[in-house]
């Protein structure tokens, strides 16, 4: 297959042949000569006071290298980990200094407050068994509203009220109008819970001494973010940091950021001289790493007489937990607001946030990170509104669907591509919403309640703006291609390659792919906010045009020609008389071959689609089962349509898990973690999914940057709770906040 056709094809993942094999390349595959262990001593407590810590008896236990306490730490230079959100907040922003171990007080359940490393990871996790803690029990409080009641327990003195901050964006006086003069307002109490990140991979590294300065090899998805904050809480330039990671088993967020484990194990790792490991089971990742999610408040929605969409309105509560984690207050709200309101034409929208302390585990970005808590919010009003109103659902969505492009939606965001009518009706064709009705009497025939849902989404796809690329030839005519974005298993060793192919018209198997690793990926910002196509795409491209204008001035040097007289094709000049030089020749005769590109891209870009979902529910147990599930989405140009499917095909199953299976629970009197294992927190298995119907149309690509491509990589969870929740409301014919476990759903059909 030529360069120039790979463009578009659905090839196969290179790296699964590993992957399936056994051969992978995780953290704790890595045999590391001489390491040491670490093992975190974790509070039993919510809330309690550390009055007194004696970790004599652990020091004198065979194998025992180190015992660290906060004080340790503190006394060795080493600082908060940084909180990288910045808001326009009314109410700015307090970010309580959150160290590598808890000193003086611990917060939540799961909160290190001491690491032993010892010779074996036993020795070590025995040591912690020996190490006496006499905790003062503190008053705690879990749930994020009553945590700014008046006289709950305060986490922290610079933070009163346990606010974290007070948020507002949008037109309040043009929403307070336009409700005013509304035919019709609806309003939701719109709960979101916090769930579990869940990669399948919980957290691990390996930090060593590394020629004078230190390394920390872990299942990081963003090296050079982990290296600025790392250094940044160590009082470190960056340069005495070495990052990098090896195959990586998931991310979804939880992984782009720094933890307090991070940095004990640098500094055991800079005081033993000696590399330190650690790997987090389940039950410490489930407890102590991150969670998503968390936005809890009512939603309003106006209509005038006609059914038109005039404003909406969202006042909410946002989960912080007991530290403000690197991206945490990002989520709910700068995030958010970018897609609030969806893919609909609303004049006027306003929402306010405020973020709560409360003694949980820190909110992080969870895939979509804020967009799927928008959409949400918008698509659970407005099937709200048609059950009032007595409108068809799909009539109303389409009346109020943006369609006049470019838009400027009420929040700043100018959308200018989508088809976003088109994908409902086409949705609605492919999943037989005319035959449903049929399906319906079926299924009551057989004493069960069918529902169906149609629900839209828009994603606002970029992360971290600009990314770098370079691109190098050797004189055997291998490319290596360096990028600062990363893969966590999306498939960019076979995808970046293939794009770097096609646009240097080489095969794909002569491209070597490189990323997270500092020394040898100069720029860039991992991944993150489906950018990594969007972004890391323009830098390759930028640096594939690049290195052919090089090559092509070298070429025309080498054969005494003008440089607009050579063809290239194949990775070859060539004159009209047959002359010609190949991009190898070049390398060979005058060194290297290399170009590179840096960006500052700021734009995003939206992917969007509509999503159907048909359930089946037994009202003597509350079961749900998930029948059929139908999608067509818009990504514009598609690179690699096969990855691309398979993205949102895992999207669309966590976000399934969450309507159904998922929440995070903490018991409210004692603030015990209730979900630290897979015995109490249920994610979605295969049994629990339907096949997917999903159709990818490219008959709206977008300018944002010169591939014509929007990210996929958060899609499916932004779309798939809304349509699920909606398709259980109908089979229902009642609310029912998320998840909608047997449970709630035998609940809800009894207070009927």
Request: net charge negative.
């Amino acid at each position: 297959m030529s360069g120039t056709s790979l463009f578009g094809q659905s090839l196969r993942r290179v790296e699964d042949a590993r992957f399936l094999t056994g051969r992978g390349r995780y953290v704790d595959d890595i045999a590391e000569e001489g390491a040491l262990w670490a093992a975190f001593l974790r509070s039993p407590h919510a809330h309690a006071r550390i009055a007194a810590l004696d970790a004599a008896a652990a020091r004198a236990m065979p194998g025992v290298r180190l015992v660290l306490t906060g004080e340790d730490l503190a006394a060795a230079g080493i600082g908060a980990l940084p909180c990288g959100a910045v808001l326009a907040a009314e109410r700015p922003l307090v970010v309580p200094p959150r160290p590598g171990l808890a000193r003086g007080r611990v917060r939540f359940v799961g909160e290190a407050l001491a690491c032993v490393v010892a010779e074996t990871r036993r020795a070590a996790e025995d040591a912690l068994e020996a190490i006496a803690v006499d905790y003062a029990a503190l008053p705690a409080v879990t749930d994020p509203e009553a945590a700014l009641a008046e006289g709950a327990p305060q986490l922290h003195e610079e933070a009163p009220g346990n606010l974290a901050f007070l948020w507002r964006k949008g037109d309040a006086s043009a929403v307070q109008a336009a409700m005013a003069r509304a035919a019709r307002v609806v309003a939701a109490r719109i709960p979101n819970p916090r769930v579990a990140c869940a990669p399948i991979e919980p957290r691990a590294a390996i930090a060593r001494p590394e020629g004078g300065r230190l390394s920390l090899l872990c299942n990081g998805q963003n090296v050079i973010g982990l290296r600025a904050q790392l250094a940044a809480a160590m009082n470190l330039p960056p340069e005495a940091l070495h990052i990098l990671a090896p195959d990586v088993g998931g991310g979804f967020g939880v992984k782009n950021v720094a933890f307090p484990e991070h940095l004990c194990l640098l500094h055991a790792a800079r005081l033993l001289g000696a590399p330190v490991r650690w790997t987090a089971s389940l039950s410490e990742d489930y407890a102590a790493a991150a969670h998503g999610r968390g936005l809890h408040g009512w939603g309003r929605l106006a209509l005038d007489a006609e059914g038109r969409f005039l404003a909406l309105d969202f006042e909410g509560v946002a989960e912080m937990g007991a530290w403000l984690s690197h991206y945490g207050p990002h989520c709910p709200t700068n995030a958010a607001a970018t897609a609030m309101g969806g893919v609909y034409a609303i004049p006027a929208i306003h929402m306010t946030v405020r973020g709560a302390f409360s003694n949980t585990c820190p909110l992080e970005a969870y895939r979509g990170a804020g967009k799927p808590e928008a959409n949400f919010i918008i698509e659970t009003l407005i099937e709200q509104a048609a059950r009032e109103t007595g409108e068809d659902s799909a009539a109303l969505r389409a009346r109020n669907m943006i369609s006049a492009l470019p838009h400027r939606t009420a929040m700043g965001m100018e959308i200018r591509d989508g088809a976003f009518a088109r994908r409902l009706a086409e949705c609605a064709e492919a999943a037989d919403r005319a035959g449903f009705p049929a399906r319906r009497a079926q299924s009551e025939a057989r004493g069960l309640r069918r529902g169906f849902g149609m629900t839209g989404f828009l994603e606002t796809a970029r992360g971290a703006f600009g990314e770098w690329a370079r691109l190098s030839v050797d004189a055997e005519g291998v490319v290596t291609l360096a990028i600062g974005t990363q893969s966590n298993g999306q498939g960019h060793e076979t995808s970046f390659p293939q794009y770097v192919a096609a646009e240097l018209d080489l095969p794909p198997e002569r491209i070597r792919y490189v990323q997270a690793d500092t020394d040898r990926v100069a720029h860039g910002h991992g991944h993150g906010g489906a950018r990594s196509l969007h972004m890391g795409g323009e830098a390759m491209r930028q640096a594939a045009h690049a290195l052919l204008a090089e090559a092509r001035g070298r070429a025309a040097r080498l054969l005494q020609a003008a440089p607009d007289a050579l063809h290239y094709a194949g990775g070859r000049f060539v004159l009209a008389d047959g002359q010609s030089v190949t991009l190898a020749d070049l390398a060979a005769e005058e060194g290297e071959l290399a170009a590179e590109a840096r960006h500052g891209l700021d734009l995003c870009t939206f992917p969007n689609g509509v999503h159907a979902a048909e359930v089946e529910l037994d009202p003597e147990t509350g079961e749900v089962r998930l029948c059929r599930y139908t999608a067509v989405d818009d990504y514009g140009r598609l690179l690699n349509p096969m990855l691309a499917e398979g993205q949102v095909q895992g999207g669309v199953a966590q976000g399934i898990g969450q309507a159904l299976l998922e929440a995070m629970r903490y018991d409210p009197e004692s603030g015990q973690f209730l979900t630290a294992t897979l015995m109490d927190y249920a994610l979605p298995r295969a049994a629990d999914l339907p096949d997917f119907a999903i159709t990818l149309r490219e008959d709206a690509p977008t300018e944002a940057n010169g591939l014509g491509v929007k990210g996929t990589g958060q899609a499916g969870c932004i779309a798939a709770p809304q349509a699920v929740m909606a398709a259980i409301r109908d089979a229902l014919g009642a609310e029912l906040p998320m998840p909608a476990t047997p449970e709630a759903v035998w609940r809800a059909l009894r207070r009927r």
